[in-house]
């Protein structure tokens, strides 16, 4: 455990690292002539990372490939509300449609930097 010569200097310390909360759970303890902290649970839960569903998020696999196939596909000369149309209907959200699409437009003309 780190001590501190000041009590306000543990205050500061922690709250800087680890946040408010934090301090407020936990308890400033003399140690001798020092000062220490005591957080309120000494051995922190593992945090369980869960993957976030958004609700406009595509629902297949490797969206931005898709839309690229799918333009591929539809040739030079297809329209581009078609495309994202025809995206859309394979799961893929508007908006990744979109600038994906606009990417494949752009690698066409050779605009890519």
């Known amino acids: 455990m780190k001590t501190f010569k000041a009590k306000s200097s543990v205050k500061r310390a922690i709250i800087k690292t680890y946040g408010k909360e934090v301090f407020e759970a936990g308890k400033v303890v003399p140690i001798g002539e020092a000062w220490g902290f005591e957080p309120a649970i000494l051995v922190e839960e593992e945090k369980k990372k869960t993957k976030r569903v958004y609700e406009n998020s595509s629902s297949c696999q490797n969206p931005c490939k898709l839309v690229w196939d799918i333009a591929e596909k539809m040739g030079v000369d297809a329209k581009r509300k078609d495309v994202l149309k025809a995206a859309e209907e394979a799961g ?20 890519v930097k």
């Open 92 to 111: 893929v959200t508007f908006y990744t449609a979109r600038t994906q699409y606009q990417k494949y437009k752009e690698a066409l003309r050779g605009d």
